[in-house]
Protein backbone atom coordinates (compact mmCIF):
# COMPACT_ATOMS: atom_id res chain seq x y z
CA UNK A 1 0.00 0.00 0.00
CA UNK A 2 1.41 3.26 -0.75
CA UNK A 3 2.09 6.08 1.64
CA UNK A 4 1.00 9.83 1.89
CA UNK A 5 3.04 11.54 -0.95
CA UNK A 6 3.74 15.33 -0.86
CA UNK A 7 5.38 17.03 -3.58
CA UNK A 8 6.81 19.43 -3.93
CA UNK A 9 9.85 18.22 -1.49
CA UNK A 10 11.92 21.29 -1.34
CA UNK A 11 10.30 24.59 -2.32
CA UNK A 12 12.22 28.26 -1.95
CA UNK A 13 9.90 31.17 -2.55
CA UNK A 14 10.72 35.46 -1.60
CA UNK A 15 7.83 37.01 0.72
CA UNK A 16 5.29 38.14 -1.12
CA UNK A 17 4.80 35.36 -3.41
CA UNK A 18 2.13 32.70 -2.97
CA UNK A 19 2.82 29.00 -2.82
CA UNK A 20 0.76 25.50 -3.48
CA UNK A 21 1.65 22.30 -1.89
CA UNK A 22 0.08 18.90 -2.65
CA UNK A 23 -0.30 16.31 -0.64
CA UNK A 24 -2.00 12.63 -2.15
CA UNK A 25 -3.15 10.50 1.01
CA UNK A 26 -3.22 6.34 1.35
CA UNK A 27 -6.14 5.05 -1.28
CA UNK A 28 -9.14 4.55 0.85
CA UNK A 29 -8.19 7.68 3.52
CA UNK A 30 -10.75 10.52 3.26
CA UNK A 31 -9.13 12.66 5.58
CA UNK A 32 -6.15 15.02 5.05
CA UNK A 33 -5.09 16.92 8.00
CA UNK A 34 -1.69 19.49 7.15
CA UNK A 35 0.64 20.91 9.92
CA UNK A 36 3.39 22.69 9.75
CA UNK A 37 6.90 22.30 12.06
CA UNK A 38 9.37 24.74 13.42
CA UNK A 39 12.58 23.67 15.30
CA UNK A 40 10.59 26.42 18.14
CA UNK A 41 6.70 25.77 17.94
CA UNK A 42 6.87 22.06 16.85
CA UNK A 43 3.55 20.72 14.68
CA UNK A 44 0.98 22.63 14.93
CA UNK A 45 -2.17 22.16 13.50
CA UNK A 46 -3.00 24.41 10.17
CA UNK A 47 -6.76 22.45 9.02
CA UNK A 48 -7.93 19.25 8.29
CA UNK A 49 -10.46 18.29 5.05
CA UNK A 50 -12.85 15.17 5.19
CA UNK A 51 -14.79 14.19 1.96
CA UNK A 52 -13.57 17.59 0.43
CA UNK A 53 -15.02 19.70 3.48
CA UNK A 54 -13.22 21.76 5.74
CA UNK A 55 -13.82 19.85 9.19
CA UNK A 56 -11.16 21.17 11.44
CA UNK A 57 -9.09 24.72 11.76
CA UNK A 58 -6.09 25.84 13.63
CA UNK A 59 -5.11 29.14 14.70
CA UNK A 60 -3.53 30.64 11.48
CA UNK A 61 -4.03 33.77 9.48
CA UNK A 62 -6.47 33.56 6.14
CA UNK A 63 -3.29 33.59 4.03
CA UNK A 64 -3.05 29.91 4.91
CA UNK A 65 -5.87 28.03 2.65
CA UNK A 66 -6.77 24.21 1.30
CA UNK A 67 -8.71 22.37 -0.32
CA UNK A 68 -9.54 18.95 -0.93
CA UNK A 69 -10.61 17.57 -4.43
CA UNK A 70 -13.02 14.09 -4.93
CA UNK A 71 -10.17 11.68 -5.31
CA UNK A 72 -9.19 13.11 -1.73
CA UNK A 73 -5.88 14.45 -2.79
CA UNK A 74 -5.54 17.85 -1.08
CA UNK A 75 -4.18 21.23 -1.13
CA UNK A 76 -2.63 23.88 0.90
CA UNK A 77 -2.20 27.25 -0.62
CA UNK A 78 -0.39 30.43 1.11
CA UNK A 79 -0.38 33.70 -0.42
CA UNK A 80 1.48 36.90 0.31
CA UNK A 81 4.36 34.67 2.26
CA UNK A 82 6.50 35.65 5.02
CA UNK A 83 9.64 34.69 6.61
CA UNK A 84 8.50 33.57 8.89
CA UNK A 85 6.51 31.09 7.13
CA UNK A 86 9.88 28.99 6.34
CA UNK A 87 9.04 25.62 7.85
CA UNK A 88 8.54 22.25 7.09
CA UNK A 89 4.77 21.54 5.92
CA UNK A 90 3.54 17.93 6.74
CA UNK A 91 0.10 16.33 5.67
CA UNK A 92 -1.43 13.86 7.24
CA UNK A 93 -4.19 11.28 6.17
CA UNK A 94 -6.34 9.08 7.76
CA UNK A 95 -9.65 7.36 7.49
CA UNK A 96 -11.49 10.16 9.29
CA UNK A 97 -14.28 8.10 10.20
CA UNK A 98 -14.42 7.78 14.20
CA UNK A 99 -13.35 9.42 17.16
CA UNK A 100 -9.87 8.17 16.81
CA UNK A 101 -7.88 7.64 13.96
CA UNK A 102 -4.38 6.72 13.06
CA UNK A 103 -2.37 9.65 11.33
CA UNK A 104 0.12 8.78 8.58
CA UNK A 105 2.26 11.21 7.68
CA UNK A 106 4.02 11.94 4.20
CA UNK A 107 7.26 12.89 4.23
CA UNK A 108 6.66 16.94 4.36
CA UNK A 109 7.46 20.09 2.03
CA UNK A 110 10.55 21.90 2.99
CA UNK A 111 9.03 25.55 2.19
CA UNK A 112 12.37 28.17 2.43
CA UNK A 113 10.95 31.80 2.34
CA UNK A 114 13.67 34.27 1.15
CA UNK B 1 0.25 28.20 27.58
CA UNK B 2 0.65 25.66 25.08
CA UNK B 3 -1.79 23.15 25.09
CA UNK B 4 0.92 20.68 25.33
CA UNK B 5 4.25 20.92 26.87
CA UNK B 6 7.27 18.89 25.61
CA UNK B 7 11.07 19.71 26.96
CA UNK B 8 12.82 19.50 23.54
CA UNK B 9 16.01 17.96 25.17
CA UNK B 10 18.28 17.18 23.44
CA UNK B 11 18.78 13.88 25.40
CA UNK B 12 21.74 11.85 25.14
CA UNK B 13 22.51 8.35 26.60
CA UNK B 14 24.69 5.34 26.57
CA UNK B 15 23.61 2.40 24.52
CA UNK B 16 21.49 0.00 27.24
CA UNK B 17 20.31 2.74 28.57
CA UNK B 18 16.86 3.50 29.58
CA UNK B 19 15.08 6.49 28.46
CA UNK B 20 12.23 8.69 29.88
CA UNK B 21 10.18 10.80 27.73
CA UNK B 22 7.56 13.37 29.42
CA UNK B 23 4.68 15.52 28.16
CA UNK B 24 1.85 17.26 30.49
CA UNK B 25 -0.69 18.44 28.70
CA UNK B 26 -3.58 21.44 30.15
CA UNK B 27 -6.63 20.18 28.47
CA UNK B 28 -9.05 17.56 30.37
CA UNK B 29 -10.76 16.86 27.19
CA UNK B 30 -8.07 14.91 25.50
CA UNK B 31 -8.73 11.33 25.28
CA UNK B 32 -6.23 10.07 22.97
CA UNK B 33 -2.41 10.05 23.83
CA UNK B 34 0.33 8.89 21.57
CA UNK B 35 3.73 8.77 21.06
CA UNK B 36 5.26 9.86 17.60
CA UNK B 37 8.82 8.96 16.39
CA UNK B 38 10.79 11.47 13.62
CA UNK B 39 13.59 10.47 12.14
CA UNK B 40 15.59 13.19 10.35
CA UNK B 41 14.11 13.89 6.28
CA UNK B 42 10.92 12.00 7.39
CA UNK B 43 7.43 12.79 8.84
CA UNK B 44 6.79 11.60 11.89
CA UNK B 45 5.46 7.63 12.08
CA UNK B 46 3.23 6.02 15.11
CA UNK B 47 5.09 4.37 17.96
CA UNK B 48 2.23 3.73 20.60
CA UNK B 49 -1.74 4.47 21.12
CA UNK B 50 -3.12 4.87 24.25
CA UNK B 51 -6.80 5.63 25.19
CA UNK B 52 -7.51 7.08 28.60
CA UNK B 53 -5.34 6.41 31.85
CA UNK B 54 -3.18 3.28 31.65
CA UNK B 55 0.16 1.54 30.71
CA UNK B 56 0.41 0.03 27.40
CA UNK B 57 3.68 -2.27 26.48
CA UNK B 58 5.12 -3.12 23.17
CA UNK B 59 8.40 -4.52 22.94
CA UNK B 60 11.00 -2.00 24.46
CA UNK B 61 8.95 0.63 24.92
CA UNK B 62 6.25 1.40 27.46
CA UNK B 63 3.62 4.48 27.53
CA UNK B 64 2.19 5.73 30.73
CA UNK B 65 -1.31 7.98 31.13
CA UNK B 66 -1.93 9.46 34.31
CA UNK B 67 -4.90 11.88 32.83
CA UNK B 68 -5.32 12.70 36.96
CA UNK B 69 -1.95 14.70 36.58
CA UNK B 70 -2.47 15.17 32.92
CA UNK B 71 0.94 13.90 32.44
CA UNK B 72 2.19 11.08 29.67
CA UNK B 73 5.28 9.25 29.53
CA UNK B 74 7.30 7.06 26.80
CA UNK B 75 9.84 4.52 28.61
CA UNK B 76 12.64 2.83 26.25
CA UNK B 77 13.94 -0.08 27.45
CA UNK B 78 17.79 -1.10 26.67
CA UNK B 79 18.24 1.54 23.71
CA UNK B 80 19.57 1.27 20.68
CA UNK B 81 21.21 3.69 18.32
CA UNK B 82 18.68 3.02 15.64
CA UNK B 83 16.22 4.71 18.45
CA UNK B 84 18.41 7.74 18.03
CA UNK B 85 15.35 10.29 16.61
CA UNK B 86 12.90 12.77 18.01
CA UNK B 87 10.27 11.90 20.05
CA UNK B 88 6.98 13.85 19.70
CA UNK B 89 3.79 13.11 21.86
CA UNK B 90 0.67 14.16 20.77
CA UNK B 91 -3.26 14.13 22.13
CA UNK B 92 -6.65 14.68 20.92
CA UNK B 93 -10.25 14.87 21.82
CA UNK B 94 -13.45 13.18 20.36
CA UNK B 95 -12.27 15.57 17.33
CA UNK B 96 -9.95 14.55 14.66
CA UNK B 97 -7.67 17.24 15.59
CA UNK B 98 -4.04 16.43 16.77
CA UNK B 99 -2.06 18.58 19.03
CA UNK B 100 1.27 17.87 19.37
CA UNK B 101 4.44 18.48 21.52
CA UNK B 102 7.71 20.31 20.58
CA UNK B 103 9.57 16.75 20.06
CA UNK B 104 12.51 15.69 22.41
CA UNK B 105 15.62 15.17 20.11
CA UNK B 106 17.02 11.45 21.70
CA UNK B 107 20.29 10.33 20.60
CA UNK B 108 21.78 7.21 21.74
CA UNK B 109 25.60 6.90 21.80
CA UNK B 110 27.62 3.71 20.82
Known amino acids: KAGVTQTPRYLIKTRGQQVTLSCSPISGHRSVSWYQQTPGQGLQFLFE???????NKGNFPGRFSGRQFSNSRSEMNVSTLELGDSALYLCASSTGQTSYNEQFFGPGTRLTVL | QKEVEQDPGPLSVPEGAIVSLNCTYSNSAFQYFMWYRQYSRKGPELLMY????GNKEDGRFTAQVDKSSKYISLFIRDSQPSDSATYLC??????????FGTGTSLTVIP
Open chain 2, 50 to 53: TYSS
Open chain 2, 90 to 99: AMSGMGNQFY
Open chain 1, 49 to 55: YFSETQR
